[in-house]
């Protein structure tokens, strides 16, 4: 084995990245250039103690400012304002009334999973999780493992779906054994 | 003679140190100056001050000082608050420490649990259409993102019967949680509620324990770039403390370096120097010492006012030493000891009036000075003089006549007339001459205050001045009654009177209540059938709720829970905080949050004599008012005791009158000075118009002196150069920031220089005749 063979070896390496280009850098590039906007979804919620799934529709809103929206239509109106580590509800006609939760060290990269991901912000993901990107560029799945003690006490995992910038589903797992798909409809 | 004198001395100041050393150090508990309880209503007052949870509530805020670019800073803030949570707990003297993260641990969440459905009321017993309600609620909770944290007990809890349980004690409802625990409304701060176990105006105990807290906080790792802000009644009072401290030492060392620079100047002998201070001295010593023999210790206030009253001490040897020209100390002294002593009982007879007060603190300010100035006289007289046997002063007679000759005298009744105004505008001034708003008094800063006022809203802590008091005979009793006045307050909540309350029936009903409640609760087979029908339609899974069944069923066998049950919890402490039983009843405490119509509170009292509000603010203004009014009463008693004694004295109606007149007018005049200033008239005033009629009496007396011109030369010098002590003393005392102080030092300053004018303008008009008159080259 000589010089030449460890240049072989190298190039042979870096095939796969020459051939796509595609990798988290580009997807994240991808979603952050991705208009904000409103876009429609449909919610199923399976939880252990629910014979049916709950089912829900809406639409996911997504403020220039980076605020996060969820607009329900079905099976009733409201809508969930997230913050970057709390939940604003308002029904019609009623104050809006602000959700917490007292596990809260888990709570922030819950949102983080949403949110981070949807503006493309790979420094905050990756403050929160593990990632692990498979497929490629016309067919993604961005799959989350939160990375500390505290979130790991609230969800096992966060798998996102997508197409180039858009994406398609969020699979959120949760320890409690709750999961819940929501698909995302087209732009 | 001298040697007997000088070990008779040293006898008993070794005496009198030993005294003041084996006692206990001075206390800085304030509830000592207050009265002992005339009414029910004070005696609550004064027990609320030494142990409301609410004067012991410390209300913390963290903040970022140094922004980190890259990291997250709400969470390095989160982090700061758990730290700082965690370290609080441990401290020994720290109580319930809340900061919106964890409020209980899984083993007493557990316990609550078990009893849920005695400690809170079950919606309409448990009925169907609450069930449907409550089931609805929970299948939105499964809908929403970020369920709540109870969620997980949906099978056994499907009404989430504890969600309401102890909301406003255990901090529900408070400010709103970011990672987990409690931010400012801007997000930029992270809060934290610390209550101190030691009793809130016991400042020595406090002292350490929020020192500690403070330091221990900065050491900690999480803490790095973060600052800590504590706010509340304890470390406020530890600030205006550290403050007046600080300053009364700057100040009385630079002063005492002024008077030590003009006796060298004016004596040109470091041994007068030394010794002017022995007086002093000797009636801080002895005060002390008396106090300690009858009260058991000393309390802080008595001795820093105690020592203003002393002032009065530094003239004697000025005094001494300005009448020893041509002759011995001894001589002298024998010389002016009439004139001296006579001061002396006087001024001890202004202040004897203290003794009789029902304050605890005026009657050790009495004890004190008296003592004082006892000391103080037998040290001029008997001490100083055994001390510098060949003691010779040098010329300072031209000072005291070309400063004070007797050209001045003769004019009392322009000094009456003064004195007659001043009294007139006084008396117009009316109510207006008193500060009655005692915070007018505190050095704390504006912007302090307001930052407390800030947090106590974000925090939803209670207001720190109104509270309900319930007494009762017995603990049961007392937690019947706050429930009682549930519906009540409900109201005031409703209409805006009041933001919120606490009561310790929200942690632990009464047992009727409690019993009230598992009677209401529905027979198995009968909740069963209504649970099926409540859940018709639902998504629910068949049997999932079979643990609430069986709960049910447990919970109305289940003994009342008592608080021996909660020894050991945190809700043990938030309980003994609020619920106090002592000899002859309980006592239950409802601080009150928000309160926005304070006169809205004056109907609950109706039909309730178990009822007390207390307004602590206008309660310890009446309280101050009060023992300001006892005082004037005093002193003006001892005045009138005072002027028979003159009359017994001097035994001439014209020399009384050019003896006490001076004061009296001096005083007067200086009030109405400081009035027309714009200055209100506090306690502390007060304290040094005190000492201004002794000063002022031994002025007079001293002016009132027979002497031969010589001999009148020397009085008048001396008294002068008394005068420019005492202006330089307090004069820098009136620069000083903080409002005490300030008080103080310019009532001095402006009345020092006026006694002493007036002493001369009353005096009697004896001009010396030319040739008798003194060489004044």
């Known amino acids: ?187 | 003679m001298r040697r007997q004198r000088l070990g008779l001395a040293l006898l008993l100041a070794g005496l009198m140190v030993w005294v003041v050393l084996r006692a206990p150090p001075p206390t800085a508990d304030l509830t000592q100056f207050l009265p002992h309880g005339a009414t029910e209503a004070q005696q609550l007052l004064v027990g609320e001050l030494r142990e409301s949870p609410v004067a012991r509530l410390l209300l913390a805020r963290i903040r970022l000082s140094t922004p980190s670019p890259g990291e997250d800073d709400g969470a390095r803030l989160a982090a700061a608050s758990r730290a700082l949570a965690a370290l609080a707990r441990q401290l020994p003297a720290a109580g319930s420490v809340l900061n919106g993260d964890q409020l209980l641990s899984p083993e007493t969440t557990g316990l609550l649990f078990r009893y849920r459905y005695l400690l809170t009321d079950p919606a309409h017993h448990l009925d169907e259409a609450a069930l449907r309600q409550a089931l609805q609620q929970r299948l939105r909770e499964l809908a929403a993102p970020l369920g709540p944290p109870d969620r997980q007990r949906l099978p056994a809890d499907p009404t989430a019967a504890l969600r309401d349980y102890g909301v406003g004690l255990l901090g529900r409802n408070g400010p709103q949680r970011r990672y987990g625990v409690w931010f400012n409304r801007a997000g930029n701060g992270a809060l934290l509620l610390i209550e101190s176990r030691l009793p809130a105006f016991d400042l020595d105990a406090q002292a350490p324990f929020v020192h500690t807290l403070q330091q221990r906080f900065q050491a900690l790792p999480e803490a790095v770039g973060c600052e800590l802000t504590l706010t509340g009644p304890v470390p406020f009072a530890l600030e205006s403390r550290s403050r007046i401290q600080g300053q009364v030492g700057l100040l009385s060392a630079i002063a005492s370096l002024g008077v030590a620079l003009l006796l060298l100047l004016l004596f040109r002998s470091w041994a007068v120097v030394l010794l002017a201070a022995l007086p002093l001295l000797a009636a801080v010593v002895v005060g002390m010492a008396a106090v300690v023999v009858a009260f058991g210790a000393i309390h802080g206030i008595t001795l820093a006012f105690g020592i203003t009253l002393l002032g009065i001490a530094v003239d004697y040897p000025i005094h001494l030493f300005s009448h020893a020209r041509g002759r011995t100390l001894e001589a002298a002294a024998a010389a002016i000891w009439p004139t001296l002593l006579l001061g002396g009982i006087t001024s001890a007879i202004g202040f004897s009036a203290l003794l009789l007060s029902g304050f605890g603190g005026l009657a050790q300010l009495g004890l004190f000075a008296i003592a004082g100035i006892g000391a103080a006289l037998a040290a001029t007289r008997w001490l100083l003089p055994a001390l510098l046997p060949h003691f010779a002063t040098p010329a300072i007679t031209p000072l005291g006549s070309r400063w004070m000759g007797a050209r001045w005298g003769g004019r009392g009744v322009w000094v009456a007339l003064l004195a007659l105004l001043a009294t007139l505008y006084l008396i117009s001034r009316g109510a207006g001459l008193w500060e009655v708003e005692l915070a007018h008094l505190s050095p704390i800063s504006a912007e302090r205050k307001a930052e407390d006022g800030q947090l106590r809203q974000e925090l939803g802590a209670p207001d720190a001045r109104h509270l309900l008091v319930i007494t009762a005979a017995d603990q049961e009793t007392a937690l019947e009654r706050a429930e009682q006045l549930g519906p009540a307050l409900a109201a005031l909540i409703a209409n805006g009177a009041i933001a919120g309350y606490q009561s310790p029936a929200q942690l632990l009903p009464s047992r009727a209540t409690q019993r009230a409640r598992q009677a209401h609760l529905p027979a198995a087979e009968q909740l069963a059938e209504r649970l099926q029908r409540a859940s018709a339609g639902l998504p629910f899974k068949a049997g999932l709720f079979a643990p609430f069944l069986a709960d049910v069923a447990a919970s109305r066998q289940l003994p009342p829970l008592t608080q021996e049950v909660l020894v050991g919890t945190p809700l043990a402490l938030r309980l003994e905080a609020l619920l106090r039983v002592r000899e002859g009843g309980a006592l239950a405490l409802l601080p009150l949050i928000g309160v926005a119509q304070p006169q809205a509170l004056a109907q609950l009292g109706d039909g309730r004599p178990w009822l007390h509000r207390v307004d602590l603010a206008a309660a310890s203004a009446e309280l101050v008012n009060d023992y300001r009014d006892e005082a004037l009463r005093l002193v003006a008693l001892g005045l009138l005791v005072t002027v028979l004694l003159l009359w017994g004295v001097l035994r001439e109606g014209r020399r009384v009158v050019r003896v006490v007149l001076p004061p009296l007018a001096t005083v007067l005049v200086t009030a109405a000075l400081l009035s027309v200033g714009g200055v209100r008239l506090s306690l502390f005033h007060l304290s040094a118009l005190l000492l201004l009629i002794g000063l002022g009496l031994d002025y007079a007396l001293f002016f009132d002196r027979p002497d031969p011109p010589a001999e009148r030369a020397a009085t008048r010098g001396a008294l002068l150069i008394c005068n420019l002590s005492t202006l330089l003393v307090f004069g820098l005392l009136a620069g000083a920031a903080a409002p005490v102080l300030r008080a103080i030092g310019l009532t001095l300053a402006i009345g020092a220089p006026i006694g002493l004018i007036f002493a001369a303008l009353v005096a009697h008009n004896s001009r010396p005749s030319p040739e008798t008159r003194p060489d004044i080259s």
């Not at chain 1, 280009?21 to 103690?49: D, Y």
């Not at chain 1, 969930?80 to 580590?85: G, K, P, R």
């Not at chain 1, 790979?122 to 490629?136: I, K, M, S, V, W």
């Open chain 1, 1 to 187: 084995m000589g010089r030449w063979s460890l240049l072989l070896l190298g190039v042979l390496y870096s095939l796969p990245l020459l051939a796509s280009e595609w990798g988290l850098e580009p997807l994240m590039r991808a979603l952050a250039a991705t208009p904000s906007g409103a876009i429609p979804f449909r919610e199923e919620r399976h939880s252990p103690f629910l014979a049916a799934p709950l089912v829900s529709r809406g639409q996911l809103i997504r403020e220039a400012d980076g605020r996060l929206g969820k607009r329900l239509s079905e099976p009733e109106p409201v809508t969930f304002w997230i913050d970057s580590e709390s939940v604003q509800v308002e029904r019609p006609g009623e104050p809006p009334q602000q959700l917490t939760a007292t596990d809260g060290a888990g709570v922030a990269a819950l949102i983080a999973g949403f949110r981070a991901t949807l503006a493309g912000d790979r420094a905050t993901l990756e403050r929160h999780y593990e990632l692990q990107l498979a497929g490629g560029q016309e067919g993604w799945r961005l799959t989350l493992v939160p990375r500390d003690g505290d979130a790991r006490q609230l969800i096992d995992r966060l798998t996102v779906e997508g197409r180039g910038g858009w994406i398609t589903s969020f699979t959120l797992e949760e320890a409690s054994g709750e999961v819940s798909r929501m698909e995302l409809g087209g732009p």
